[in-house]
Nanobody, 122 residues
């Protein structure tokens, strides 16, 4: 069982930055691939970024490539999403998720955090 807690969301102006954190419980964090997803009002949950167990491979949605960076610190059981050059269309609830072993780019993850709101004003 893995419990995930996101933090770092908030209100920011367009062009600004935020860093989301996702802290995981348990001693097996390094055995989980981690993903970030977002859900805007009236839309389905969408893939944002993902990172392999050892952090060696990262994956991004086209809409955030070059602006967002996913990373992890296995010693701290934490994954991060650095978001730069934010746009109003990035406004959504952001979720981190975990699944054993292999990264996937769909919401096929076993564990989810409660979500953190990101609002980008124009």
């Amino acid at each position: 069982q893995v419990q995930l807690v996101e933090s770092g969301g908030g209100l920011v102006q367009a062009g600004g930055s935020l860093r989301l954190s996702c802290a995981a419980s348990g001693r097996t964090f390094a055995s989980y691939a981690m993903g970030w997803f977002r859900q805007a009002p009236g839309k389905e949950r969408a893939f944002v970024a993902a990172i392999s167990r050892d952090g060696g491979r990262t994956y991004y949605a086209d809409s955030v490539k070059g602006r967002f960076t996913v990373s992890r610190d296995n010693a701290k059981n934490t994954t991060y999403l650095q978001m730069n050059s934010l746009k109003p269309e990035d406004t959504a609830v952001y979720y981190c998720a975990a699944r054993p072993n292999v990264v996937v780019l769909t919401p096929q993850y076993d564990y989810w955090g409660q979500g953190t709101q990101v609002t980008v004003s124009s």
